[in-house]
């Protein structure tokens, strides 16, 4: 089984190509899964390495830390799973609110200066 067209032609044109091209319901939500992992983890990593070097104490970026972590692992075994919603949203929102929490501290760090 193939997912891209092209990569189906190989093994025939037209019409005998369709049977190999076909879209599993598990990958996808696994493919959704890793995308929304993308969305939200490059933007945070970014902001977690400016937020480790604006002078915060560890303890307070270590909680930061490890509850985005927490939140984003409950994230995606609520997604895999599925669990009911509104696991999936409550996980997604604690990651949200860890990061703009780290913004608001680096905007007021930069404020102070």
């Known amino acids: ?6 990569d189906a032609s190989v093994y025939g044109k037209g019409e005998l190509a369709k ?21 939200n983890i490059v ?9 480790s070097i ?3 104490s560890y303890s307070t970026a270590w909680w930061h830390y ?3 972590l927490g939140a984003r692992i409950f994230h995606t075994i609520a997604y895999v799973i599925p ?8 996980a997604w929102g604690i990651g949200y609110f ?3 929490s780290m913004v608001y501290k680096l905007i007021m ?4 200066m």
């Open 83 to 90: 669990l009911p919603q509104p696991c999936r949203g409550l």
């Open 19 to 39: 049977k190999y091209l076909r879209s599993d319901p598990d990958v996808e939500r696994i493919r959704r899964s890793h995308l929304n992992d993308l969305e």
């Open 109 to 112: 760090a930069g404020l102070a």
């Open 98 to 100: 860890v990061t703009f």
């Open 43 to 51: 933007p945070f990593a970014v902001i977690g390495l400016f937020y």
């Open 54 to 56: 604006s002078g915060v």
């Open 1 to 6: 089984a193939f997912a891209n067209p092209e």
């Open 66 to 68: 490890h509850i985005f």
